[in-house]
Structures are given as structure tokens and as C-alpha cells.
């Protein structure tokens, strides 16, 4: 296992897969925040199983200590890692042990302690005694960033807002590195430290000039203290006095260098930046002052005309600067499936290059394997935003993404399996735009080396329904999501005759099918069954039998409609099915039949449809009516789980890409009567809901028999987001439809994680 992943060999070794644990424990004033705890891995040693079946050979790992030896080391708790650590050391995987993670330590100190450095090295001397053959350490993680969340922007506990405080907080974190691999290196002398920040770079315009350079320059600082390289001819120098360091500390880094034997660098698209003196045409939340220069600070993607080339001329810089072992220790993205796999590819391809150009890069981080929490709001709060990685959490157990199959393949050399990497990510997509675009002279990404796992015959997924409201919203969204895609008529693919199937099916050459059609009016259902009987169920099991015969994936719709309504709970997808209707009964059948002719194929149980693109579903016709002063009837004892359509869509492309299969339910997660859902609607547009009249389902005049409780939940993963949620944004979508604005684009959201 002490196989060194950092010595200089005469030739340098295949770049490497890594993985990554998110494992921080912020402290927001009072409170801590551990990702561990919501991520399940704090309470689960089976993960290690699913880690080292991705085909890693290092693992950035927690030994945490806020969370082993808050209370000092004589009362230390060393049960989790004990466990831990000696598993992965079985199973091949080399942990990279991390003691801090954007974290301030137990309570008794913090970043501006000055004894913090001192405390640090004594829990990592005593980590190093109690695993002496652990050989790679992260003492501190991206103290940079760190110093700047807690000691500049005031967003982390101690909260400093001034220069002082960042630089104090950066100089305690670097000493304590210093001091931490002493203490291990007096244990182990071979231990190597492998030194993580972002990777960061900033451009602006020419006004900017002074801070862009000053951003540039410091996003150095920790790695250039640790190599020794800070004194007085140092750029930085004059402003690290005129922020309170003294003379004396500062050479003390000089004289005690502690070089990263890996320089870890993490890359986001946000990590490249783009000031303007001009904030007023960013949006609100980008406008910012610094040094009393009011400016927009934005990720370049949202706002530079031509995309920046990516991370591989940034590993160039490290190179060149630092002449030492690289390795990207954090690569992910928030943002839809695909793109999540189109990222790690052009990350992967970008190492690639730079290897190729001379700089000695080890590593590919993906992070983070069991996805991450709330870095959407810098984990301030618990808001339950999360973000999957290779594996998804949301079910309890850790479900498999489509990017655990893309690690599998990068780590052994296989040919790069997902039709999705054909497409362009967000980042260099032209709906990408927070603001009208800046024409900036950055360099054009290198189309060759992005494309290079691509293939030449692009591939789309084929969508039944081209007129019905969830055909026409899978090809706005696929269009959004840069999927290739046909949306087929009826008369363009037949799908109750199986010749016009295996005639499509040639002609578009597809990798998957979703069945957005069907017959969908329930009452008349129940004077038309043999109609209803063969769109509804027919028509499924002939693609289902066409994708099963060509290898494709296949996923269709079906209703709340196959209950009864008699459990009085929300149906989860093993609860027996019991229609009371035609159409449910056809919406039954469709569900059995496909899953007997493939196995493979995704059934998605869902109800109660509402979206800003169309103006027949409920929510629209409620709100429009009330808003309008006009009478609306809405039943009160009927109970469903309403279902935001962007979200429904968006989630379901995404468990097709992941290749999940069988049934699966998604909605909004919330029981609710159809009067309730009007009255929740009119709470969120701020509309009066006097003229909402109450009445029966039997009062409404339906043909077709309702089952009193329709609500669905799950037994898989709650996938969708919270309904009041989906109700913000389908109001704030149908305003910027109302002002001409494109509504729910994909895209990463704008945050920094790591």
C-alpha cells in the first residue's frame, strides 16, 4: 500500500483516477454543519465497497478533527477510522487523510486561534501514531478558500469581514500544514503531503486592472508560503503587512518550507472569474465592492462571449511556477447528467494535455462520490439542495449515476459508453449568458481535445407525443440540455404497429425512446376501452419489445390512476395495483407488459401535472381565474401529489441516462387536495383565493371513478424538489415567458463547491 504516488520515476506513471469524499464540517456561528452526517457515509462502511468498485486508486478521505477529538486527544474517539482506513488499505484504495475540510476546528479554537497551528500538529501526530502506515495527508483543505469564506467574506465561523482577519486565518492554516506534517513526518518520514486550494484565475476589464492582478496574484499565496517563496521581493509582500503579518512570520515560512509534494489544485466553473466596472449590467446578486470599487464579479461562462480554454493552461501555470507533481483533487459540476459527464471528460482530456505539454499532473479527482449539500448557499443553512456525484444518496442507499459507469471506464482504459458526451456542456452552450455577452480576446477551447471520446454518429433519444404537453416538454428541455433529439408524430411512427416502429428506428438510429404519448382523457376512456386499451398499453409494449431487440433504453409514463385510493397513505411503487377505471386499468397493463418484454425499460408513475408552457393544466386555470376575480371549483376530498412538469422531466432524463430501470415514482413529495393546491398556488403568487369554491369530486362531473387518496411517494429516492419550490419557480417562469425571457435553463448553479 506505501507504493509512492508522488516520487519522480524516469518515466511519468498513466494518469490516475482519485476520488473524493465531501466531508466538510463548517461552522456557522454556533452551528456545525457536517456533510457526512447528511450524506449517510458517517454510518455506512459498506461505501468503501462502492468506492473502490469505481476503479480508484487514491481516495481523498476524512479523519476529521472536529469530529474524532473535539475534546482533545486523551478523550479521542478513534472507533470510525480504526474501521475505515485498514478497509480501504484491503481493497487497494490508497486514502489521501484529510484532518481539517473547510472546517475551524472543535469549538475551543478557530482559523485566528494562535495556538490553532499547534493544536492541529498535535492531532495529527497523534493520527500519524495511530496509522503509521498511512502515507499521504491533506493536513488543511483549500486553506485559501477557507481563509476567505471565514476571514473576508464573513460567511464562515469566525466570520472576519476585513483583510486582517483573511490573512490571519490564511498564515494559521499554513502553519499549522507546516507544523501538522512535522509532527507526522516524525512518525512516518516518508509521508507525503498532497496541498489542495481552487484553482482559481481572474480576467476583467482594463478598469479592473489593479484587483484582477491582485486576485491573480494572491490565489497563490498558500502554495507560495508552504514552497518558501515569500519575502520581501514577493508581490504580495507590502499588502501582507499593510494586513497585519509581521516581518517575522512571514520569513518564518522562508526558513521552514514545507513544499507540497503534490500540488492539489480543485476546478470549478466557477473557479475563472470575470470583473467589470460596469456592475449595473449584471444581475443584483453578481454586483460587489472591494476596496471601495463598486464592480460585477461573475464566472466567466456567464459572461464572456468567447469561453475561456478551461483548466489546462491553468495546470500549465502551476506547472511552470511550482515545478512540482499535480493532481486535480476536485473535479464536479452541478448541473443535469449529462453535463456532469461532458465535465469530467473535458477535465480528464485537459490533464491529458498537459501532460502532453510537460507538466507532471498525476491525477483526476472526481468529486464528490456521494454528492454534496447546500453549497448553493455556501452551506450556511440546511435548505436540502443536493447535488449527485457518482453515486445519488437521496434513496438512503447509494444508488449508482451514470457517472460511476464514465469513472469505470476512464480507470481502465474502456471506450467512453454514453451517447450524452456528444453534445456541448452548458459552460460553452449559447444560452449559457447571465448578461449581455463580453467580446474578450480569451483563446478558443480545444475543440480536439474535448471531442476525442466523441462519436462521429450522433445518436438522439426518439419522443412519442409531439403535440401533447410532456412531448413538447422533453423536446424543450433535450433542446436546452444540447440532447440530440426527434419528437415523432403519430404519422412518422405508429408505435401500436411494429413495422412503422423498426422503421424509425432505422432511420434515426436512436440510443433510447420515451413514450410521451398515449390516450390521456380518462372520462372518455370509459366509453372508448379498446381505443384507450391499445395506445395505452399496446402501443408501450411494442416499443418496449423493438428497444429490448436493438439495445436500447426505453421509458414510459403511467398515472396515480392504477390505485384505488383505498390505503389512505401515499403508494409507493411495490403497492399492489387496484384501477378503477378504463384508463387506469390500460396505464396497469402498459406498466406489466413492458417490464415483461424489458426488462430494462423506466416506468414513471406520476400525477397532477402543472408547467409554464401550457395554459390547461390546473395551476393555470386556477391562478388565472382567481387572479381575474372570476369563480374557481376545485375538489376537496380528492388527494393527489402534484407534479412540476420541468422537474419531472429534467429528473427523468436524467434515471434514463443513469440507466435506472423499473418502476419509479416522481412528483412533488406532497399530499394535497385539488382545493389545497389552489389555495398553495394563489399563497405563492400573492393572489386572493376568495373566489376558491370547495366542492365534492363527485360534484365535478367525472365519468370515470377517482380514487379519493391518489398521493404517490417513493420507496427509491424523493428526486423531485419540495412543491413549494416548484411552485417559485414555475411562477417566476411564466414571468419571464411574460416578458419574453426563456424560462428554466439548465446550468450549474452559481456557487463555488468544494
Known amino acids: 500500500m506505501n507504493t509512492p504516488m508522488v516520487s519522480q520515476p524516469d518515466h511519468t506513471p498513466e494518469l490516475a483516477l482519485w476520488g473524493g469524499l465531501e466531508c466538510t464540517v463548517n461552522r456557522v456561528r454556533d452551528n456545525y454543519f457536517s456533510q457526512m452526517d447528511r450524506n449517510g457515509h458517517a454510518e455506512r462502511l459498506q461505501d468503501i ?61 478557530s482559523l485566528i486561534d494562535p495556538a490553532f497551528p499547534e493544536q492541529l500538529a498535535e ?61 507526522i513526518r516524525a512518525v512516518n518520514p516518508d509521508a507525503k503531503l498532497v496541498q489542495t486550494d481552487d484553482l482559481s484565475k481572474t480576467y476583467g476589464t482594463p478598469e479592473m486592472e489593479e484587483i484582477t492582478s491582485h486576485f491573480n496574484e494572491r490565489r497563490w499565496l498558500a502554495w507560495d508560503l508552504l514552497c518558501g517563496m515569500v519575502d520581501q521581493q514577493h508581490a504580495l509582500w507590502n499588502y501582507l503587512l499593510e494586513s497585519d503579518a509581521s516581518e517575522e512570520e512571514l520569513l518564518w515560512f522562508r526558513d521552514n518550507p514545507c513544499a507540497p509534494d503534490v500540488i492539489g489544485v480543485n476546478y470549478y466553473a466557477t473557479s475563472e472569474r470575470w470583473l467589470d466596472h460596469r456592475p449595473e449590467r449584471y444581475p443584483e446578486n453578481r454586483r460587489h465592492v472591494y476596496r471601495g470599487v463598486p464592480h460585477a464579479d461573475i464566472e466567466t461562462p456567464r459572461a464572456l462571449a468567447t469561453p475561456t480554454p478551461g483548466i489546462a493552461p491553468l495546470l500549465m501555470e502551476t506547472w511552470e511556477r511550482y515545478r512540482l507533481p499535480i493532481a486535480i483533487t476536485e473535479a464536479h459540476i452541478d448541473a443535469n447528467r449529462e453535463d456532469q459527464l461532458r465535465w469530467l471528460v473535458e477535465i480528464w482530456n485537459a490533464a491529458r494535455k498537459a501532460r502532453q505539454q510537460g507538466a507532471d499532473v498525476r491525477a483526476v479527482t472526481v468529486w464528490a462520490l456521494l454528492g454534496s449539500y447546500d453549497w448553493n448557499c455556501l452551506v450556511t443553512e440546511c435548505r436540502g439542495y443536493y447535488e449527485p456525484g457518482p453515486f445519488d444518496v437521496r434513496g438512503g442507499e447509494p444508488r449508482q449515476t451514470a457517472v460511476a459507469t464514465l469513472m469505470r471506464e476512464l480507470a481502465t482504459g474502456r471506450p467512453l459508453s454514453s451517447p450524452v458526451l456528444q453534445g456541448e456542456g452548458w459552460w460553452r452552450r449559447p444560452g449559457r449568458f447571465f448578461c449581455k455577452p463580453v467580446a474578450t480576446r480569451t483563446a478558443v477551447a480545444d475543440i480536439a481535445i474535448r471531442s476525442q471520446f466523441k462519436s462521429n454518429v450522433v445518436q438522439p433519444i426518439l419522443i412519442t407525443g409531439a403535440t401533447g404537453t410532456l412531448g413538447s416538454a422533453y423536446a424543450r428541455i433535450c433542446e436546452k440540455r444540447n440532447l440530440a433529439y426527434h419528437v415523432l408524430t403519430r404519422q ?93 386499468r390500460s396505464k396497469a397493463e402498459a406498466e406489466q407488459r413492458v417490464l415483461d418484454a424489458d426488462p430494462q425499460a423506466l416506468v414513471i408513475r406520476t400525477s397532477a401535472f402543472f408547467g409554464p408552457w401550457d395554459r390547461h393544466n390546473f395551476v393555470t386555470q386556477a391562478l388565472n381565474a382567481l387572479e381575474a376575480g372570476l369563480p374557481f371549483q376545485a375538489a376537496g376530498d380528492l388527494v393527489v401529489s402534484p407534479t412540476y412538469v420541468p422537474d419531472l422531466v429534467n429528473v427523468s432524463l436524467d434515471l434514463l441516462i443513469d440507466r435506472e430501470r423499473g418502476v419509479w415514482h416522481l412528483t412533488n413529495a406532497e399530499a394535497l387536495s385539488w382545493a389545497d393546491l389552489a389555495r398553495r398556488a394563489c399563497d405563492a403568487a400573492g393572489v386572493d383565493a376568495a373566489g376558491l369554491e370547495v366542492v365534492s369530486g363527485e360534484s365535478c362531473g367525472h365519468v370515470a371513478r377517482r380514487p379519493e387518496f391518489s398521493a404517490l411517494s417513493s420507496e427509491r429516492a424523493l428526486m423531485l424538489p419540495s412543491l413549494d419550490d416548484a411552485l417559485r419557480r414555475y411562477l417566476e417562469a411564466v414571468q419571464d415567458r411574460a416578458h419574453g425571457r426563456d424560462a428554466e435553463a439548465p446550468g450549474e448553479a452559481a456557487h463555488y463547491a468544494s
Not at 473547510?102 to 475551543?108: K, L, T
Not at 498564515?171 to 512535522?182: G, T
Open 49 to 109: 465497497e462502492r468506492f473502490a468498485s469505481l476503479g480508484i486508486k487514491a481516495i481523498r478521505y476524512p479523519v476529521l478533527w472536529e469530529r474524532t477529538a473535539p475534546d482533545g486527544i486523551e478523550s479521542a474517539d478513534w472507533s470510525w477510522p480504526d474501521e475505515r482506513l485498514p478497509a480501504l488499505q484491503q481493497l487497494g484504495v490508497e486514502p489521501i487523510v484529510g484532518l481539517i475540510h473547510h472546517g475551524s476546528g472543535p469549538r475551543h479554537t
Open 123 to 183: 492531532y495529527a501526530g497523534a493520527v500519524a501514531q495511530r496509522y503509521p502506515w498511512v502515507a499521504y495527508y491533506t493536513p488543511v483543505n483549500e486553506p485559501l478558500t477557507t481563509a476567505r469564506f471565514s476571514g473576508l467574506n464573513g460567511v464562515w465561523y469566525p466570520h472576519g469581514s476585513d483583510e486582517a482577519t483573511f490573512i490571519r486565518a490564511l498564515l494559521n492554516q499554513c502553519k499549522a500544514v507546516v507544523l501538522s506534517m512535522r509532527a
Open 492 to 584: 412518422e411512427m405508429d408505435i401500436t404497429d411494429p413495422q412503422s416502429v423498426e422503421t424509425a428506428i432505422q432511420r434515426y438510429k436512436p440510443w433510447a425512446i420515451i413514450n410521451a404519448g398515449g390516450y390521456v382523457r380518462v372520462d372518455e376512456a370509459e366509453g372508448d376501452a379498446p381505443r384507450c386499451m391499445r395506445e395505452n398499453s399496446l402501443g408501450p409494449t411494442v416499443l418496449a419489445l423493438a428497444c429490448i431487440r436493438h439495445q436500447l433504453r426505453f421509458m414510459t409514463f403511467s398515472t396515480d390512476l392504477v390505485f384505488d385510493g383505498t390505503k389512505g397513505a401515499p403508494y409507493v411503487e411495490s403497492d399492489a395495483v387496484n384501477p378503477l377505471g378504463a384508463y387506469g
